[in-house]
């Protein structure tokens, strides 16, 4: 009994997450930023990585909240972390100009790689980029590091 309420209580905050997922999305096609965010925001904190993704696309462009590059990757890093491919290509782009973190071919290198072996051609592209900006030792340590990479949900053990 214990086994089944606690199923139901999982499927029903799922779905609760779901609908706030998607009234964050409706609000935020219609333009209307803060209330995008005030939906998206507590589902992000709860670890997320489609939320986390897009607060961090938020902070980015400075939609409903300041533009603050800063905040925009550490929101990329949590859900790239998790395997978002989307938020590591975002990460790895944001290392290799430089916004919001120290420029750092190596981990640009890293996240694009990362997203790249999702099958995303762009991140193929980017990477190979990056890559001709790394000695050969540098590159093989951001190759062992992305060969490496393991995704981690939030909250796993």
Excluded at 42 to 63: E, V
Excluded at 124 to 129: A, P
Aim: charged content about 25%; aromatic content about 12%; glycine content about 10%.
């Amino acid at each position: 009994m214990r086994a089944q309420l606690a199923c139901l209580l999982a499927f029903a905050l799922g779905s609760a997450f779901a609908a706030d997922f998607a009234t964050g999305l409706k609000a935020y096609e219609g333009h209307d930023y803060n209330a995008a965010f005030n939906e998206w925001k507590p589902i992000a904190d709860s670890g997320d990585p489609n939320a986390q993704f897009n607060i961090g696309l938020m902070y980015f462009d400075g939609k409903g909240v300041p533009q603050d590059f800063e905040k925009a990757v550490e929101w990329f890093r949590r859900a790239a972390n998790q395997g978002y491919a989307k938020a590591q290509k975002n990460l790895g782009e944001m290392y290799y100009s430089g916004k919001g973190v120290k420029r750092d071919y190596v981990q640009a290198y890293v996240w694009l790689s990362v997203c790249a072996a999702s099958g995303d051609q762009n991140c193929v592209d980017h990477r190979d980029i990056v890559a001709g900006k790394l000695n050969a030792g540098k590159l093989s340590t951001a190759q062992r590091q992305a060969r490496d990479w393991k995704p981690i949900k939030e909250g796993a053990h």
